[in-house]
């Protein structure tokens, strides 16, 4: 019964709602330790994201302090006819995600700078704000408590509260699962306006709710992150392969072997078989110093390439001789092409940190604010080689501009209660096409590369293959009913408990907002 009644709120992308300047006047009025402004250039800030693909205007946008200002205003729009609320981390979403079409948006890096190390159990923990950026959480973590999360994203200019709405996932994750999987405790605003403090084991359906749930049932303005002892030092190595198979052969061996057997951090990415700079042989070097020689590979290689990139740990007083030794006994058995092998010794820091030297990098280069058309998907291991034929073979011959990371992950790590999808089988695999567009490009580019994405999942359609979309993108109620399978109902029923009238993340166009009836 309660699925039928809210399958009147599912999508409705032609409907428009009339502008509400009584409940923007409403909410004007409040009383917060913050503030909300109007101001043209905020609110165009807040109509962008990283994605660069949407622009959508909302009608102010709010500077929270804490939980109490998140609270009113939510409670502001749930009294008013028809306002929405969009919690809105660092702008890195993709589709318009974190937009709220003549909404409030919610600024959460204004949150105040929480920040707690707590003992429970035996176990260290970090308290922080939703809005605190994981940059922030590593350094201050490492440099005053030696300590540091177990599991992170690749870019770490993101917020707490914004990957765990979706689930935070790197080179970590086949062995302490997502960042969702290392959570213990989160303080969440709810679409109602409750706050309330939840756990596995309290208020456990919310908890469950939220992680991975796209902002649909709260937004997260505390979380208890799960800590450990921050090594000094990291091996970062990457290895070539001519053939997907040896490479998924290696991988998969990798992430099953049990702790002390394998490496700390286990990716994998497709390159170019030639010598474009963006996308080709060159990208692979991780010293300035050191070349491709493209003379060592196989007179079968063909058009792509994989590499496998994985890391070791270790302390400023372990001799290298003794991690030489670590590092050959790992690598004893994988059969990546010996001589393109190549490693360089980073600090913890500076190898969690490697994303943003690309990044200085694009912004210099004039394309870290162009569009990016970016996909990311989820694929079971039964389908992966068909995926690399029908698309990295294929379609993106030739690359996107930007990395193409695909590496395995194991669904043990991750908890079903949560809301995240994913495809079925024990090792599925991230795909990540990251793409990059030249500075100015012409709107027709960014549209081929849009329906490039398009004709990728239409082949994975057409092929059978068994996917997800990571951080999903939908217009239709059943679209995302297809993409959420039978967890649907689950889905729907939360909503209903949590934020019944569709009040949060209408970016994500999941649910329609229901309009107050007038009195």
Known sequence: MMIACLDRFVTDTDSRRPHDGSSLCKALELQLQGGITTDS??????????????????????KPTGADDVAKVVKSAVQSSNLTVAARG??????????????????????????????NNGLSYVDVSGGAIWEDVLKR??????????????????????????????????????????????????????????????????????????????????ARVLLQPAPDMVRWIRLVYAEFESFTRDAESLVRRPEGDSFDYVEGFVFSNNDDPLTGRSTVPLDSDAAFDKAHLPETAGSVLYCLEVAVHYRNNDQGAIVDTEVHRLLTGLGYIKPLRFQ???????????????????????????????????VSKSDISDFDRVVFKSLLQNG????????????????????VVLPEGEIFYLVALLRFTPPNPKPTMVDKLVEQNREII???????????????????????????????????ERKALFDPMAILAPGQKIFTRIQQRSH
């Open 41 to 62: 250039r905020d609110i165009g800030l807040a109509g962008k994201d990283f994605g660069g693909l949407h622009s959508i205007t909302p009608l102010a946008l709010v």
């Open 141 to 222: 973590c490492v440099s005053d408590y030696g300590l540091a999360p177990r599991s992170w994203t690749d870019y770490l200019s993101l917020t707490v509260g914004g990957t765990l709405s979706n689930a935070g996932v790197s080179g970590q994750a086949f062995r302490y699962g997502p960042q969702i999987s290392n959570v213990a405790e989160l303080e969440v605003v709810t679409g109602t306006g409750d706050t309330l403090i939840c756990s596995e084991m309290e208020n456990s359906e919310l908890f469950f709710s939220v992680l991975g749930g796209l902002g649909q049932f709260g937004i997260i303005t505390k």
């Open 344 to 378: 360089v010794d980073v600090s913890y820091i500076q190898f969690l940190s490697r994303v943003k030297r690309a990044e200085e990098e694009a912004i210099a280069n004039g394309v870290w604010d162009t569009p990016h058309p970016w996909l990311n998907l989820f």
């Open 90 to 119: 660092n702008g890195h979403s993709i589709n318009g995600q974190a937009m709220a079409d003549r909404g409030l948006v919610v600024d959460m890096t204004a949150m105040e700078n929480h920040f707690h190390v707590v003992l």
């Open 400 to 419: 996107v501009g930007g990395p193409m990371l695909v590496y395995p992950l194991l669904r043990s790590r991750w908890d079903s209660r949560m809301s």
């Open 458 to 492: 239409r082949r994975c359609k057409e092929n059978d293959i068994d996917f997800k979309l990571y951080l999903p993108h939908y217009h239709s109620r059943d679209e995302w009913k297809l993409h959420f399978g039978n967890q649907w109902s689950r889905f729907v």
